[in-house]
């Protein structure tokens, strides 16, 4: 059965780590072939698949190819430097963070309990609204929902 097509951010990914390689591999002294060697490849062919699209990038591999090419994942793939982000809020090193126990999960999404903040005073609570306010600003989280309901 012939290989699923990789989608078209996929492509951009792939794209995208091509060129960081291309732009470094003089500076660095790498070849597709040293680079497939160091990332314990059989041959060059691994690399280039992941180059030209032919094999979706994973996070192990994106890993590799940012810290040999002295780059961050999310300079190639901001989808696998996301889920990097996300798997990284659980490292060991970190403490558990506190269970979020919403009254009704539609009404109350936060891991501080509502009592804590209705005791809080107006001008707390006021800032509190600008940081919520902004942060869902800064992720187009408002936006998405206006074109949604648009």
């Given amino acids: 059965m012939p290989a699923k097509p990789l989608s078209a951010e996929q492509l951009q990914d792939a794209a995208r780590l091509k060129a960081i390689f291309n732009a470094r ?16 490849y059989a041959n060059q062919s691994a ?5 030209n699209g032919k094999s979706p990038l994973h ?3 994106a890993i590799q ?3 040999w090419l002295g780059c ?7 989808t ?26 539609s009404d109350w999404p936060f891991s501080v309990a509502r009592t804590d903040y209705d ?4 001008g707390e609570k006021k800032r509190l609204d ?8 800064s992720l187009g989280i408002e936006s998405k929902r206006r074109r949604a309901a648009a």
């Fill in 65 to 67: 190819f940012a810290s």
């Fill in 130 to 137: 600008i940081l919520v306010r902004s942060f869902i600003e």
């Fill in 25 to 40: 591999k003089g500076a660095l002294g790498l070849t597709q072939e040293t680079l497939a060697e160091h990332m314990g």
């Fill in 59 to 61: 996070i192990d591999a």
């Fill in 80 to 105: 696998l430097q996301a889920k990097i982000d996300a798997i990284a809020v659980h490292r060991s090193d970190k403490p558990p963070a506190a269970a979020v126990k919403p009254e009704r999960a």
């Fill in 72 to 78: 961050r994942v999310g300079d190639f793939s901001p």
């Fill in 47 to 51: 690399v280039s698949g992941y180059f």
């Fill in 119 to 122: 005791a809080l005073p107006k």
